[in-house]
Structures are given as C-alpha cells and as structure tokens.
C-alpha cells in the first residue's frame, strides 16, 4: 500500500530520477550486445540487426567481417557474392543490397568513413532514424535516442512516456527528462530491460526493482494480486 501511495504522488521527474538512478546502481556499464571493432562494423551489424536478434547477428557478422573488413571491400561486393553471408537473417535479399549500397554511398561521398551526424547517416541505404541514432550515440555518445520496440515498450509501461503512439514521439518524450550525458547509456538500459526482465508478453515484475515506480505494475499487476 505504501509503494502503490508513492506512485501516485510522484511527478514524472522523480519517476524518471528513480529510474536513471536504479539502472546507474545495477546496471552502470551497460552496452550493446552486437559484436564489433569499428563504426563500419557496427553500422554493418545494426543494419543486419533490424527484425532480427542480436545473437543471430553475431553468428554471422565474423564471416561477413573477415571477407569484408572496411567499407571499400563491401563496395566491391556483388550481390551473388554477399547474399549467402545474409541468407539465414531476416529480410536477407533487402539487408544485401543496402550492405553494398551503404559502402558504395560511403565510398563516394564521404571518403570512405561512416558519417557522425544523424543528418548524413540517414542518406544512406537501409539507414532510417533508428539506426543513425544507434551509431551516433554508442560510436560518438551523442545524446540521440533510439527507439526499438523494447525502448518503447518499456517507455510506456513504466510511464516514462505517456500516450506516445510512434517511436517518434517516444524519442521526443524520453529526451525531455533524460539528462544529455545520460542518454547514450539509457538506451541501452531500456533495450536490455526490455530484452530480459520487461519482456514483450509476460514481464518478470516479481524480479524488477522498478516496480515501486512502474504505471503497469502499480495500475495492472498488483491490481490482480
Ligand atoms: S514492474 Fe513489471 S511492467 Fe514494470 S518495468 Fe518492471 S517488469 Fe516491466
């Protein structure tokens, strides 16, 4: 009773507050779990991670890695020759053709180096906002937010965000309580939150230390218990 009463007095800043803090304390070197060396890498195994696990990414990135080790050599592949590298990953004949695309736009227009802004990342094949804020703020810890469906699943069942009907506006909402130093690593806090504890169908809310502050655990689940 005492921890539902908490939650309805508490403003979104101090929702928000305890939230950062408890990842801070339990979770304060949290990363991505897709494995690379360099931004081409990671722009490589982002792309290829879209509908698809991080873990079956990460089988087959190595191989696509060692035959195309930077953005020149995955220029000069031909689709024949790359799509087998792809075939057991999701939407493998698009994921194909904006990997070769990509590194050609790379190639030509930014000398061979994967561009730092959100702005240039977004023109390049394959590469929507999600994944521009991906590579800006892990390779460059810019203060962009992306928004995958563990992002805005956990957003809104916390209450950290209120009505958001798109990863858009989900984005907006978390950028206006997260503090800029702090947004980089709350992304990761909130995908790997989402990934092991606030699962899609069924949250393990017994082994979560937000409960006291959750609007699904306070307004649901402790109604039925
Ligand atoms: S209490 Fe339950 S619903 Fe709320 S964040 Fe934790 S796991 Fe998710």
Redesign the pocket.
């Known amino acids: 009773m005492l921890a539902v009463s908490y939650f309805y007095s508490m403003t979104k800043k101090e929702r928000f507050a305890f939230v950062l803090h408890y990842f801070e304390e339990h979770a304060p070197n949290a990363e991505t779990e897709l494995i690379y060396d360099n931004p081409y890498q990671l722009l490589v195994a982002v792309i290829l991670s879209a509908q698809c696990t991080d873990k079956r990414v990460n089988m087959t990135t190595p191989a696509i890695f060692e035959k195309y080790p930077d953005v020149y050599a995955l220029s000069k592949a031909t689709f024949d020759e790359l799509f087998p590298y792809i075939r057991s990953i999701s939407y493998p004949n698009n994921k194909t053709k904006h990997l070769i695309g990509m590194a050609n736009m790379v190639v030509e227009n930014f000398n061979g180096e994967i561009p730092a802004t959100v702005a240039e990342l977004i023109t390049l094949p394959g590469v929507g906002r999600k994944t521009a804020n991906v590579i800006t703020s892990v390779v460059h810890q810019q203060p962009n937010m992306a928004v995958d469906t563990h992002v805005f699943r956990?957003s809104a069942?916390?209450g950290l965000t209120t009505n958001a009907k798109t990863p858009l506006q989900t984005e907006q909402q978390l950028l206006q309580y997260i503090p800029k130093e702090k947004v980089h690593i709350a992304h990761h806090w909130l995908i790997l939150?989402g990934r092991y504890?606030?699962v899609a169908r069924t949250?393990?809310?017994g082994e979560?230390g937000?409960?006291k502050v959750?609007k699904?655990?306070q307004q649901v689940?402790s109604k039925q218990q």
């Open positions: 956990v069942r916390i939150h504890i606030c949250p393990k809310c979560c937000l409960r959750c699904y655990y689940i």
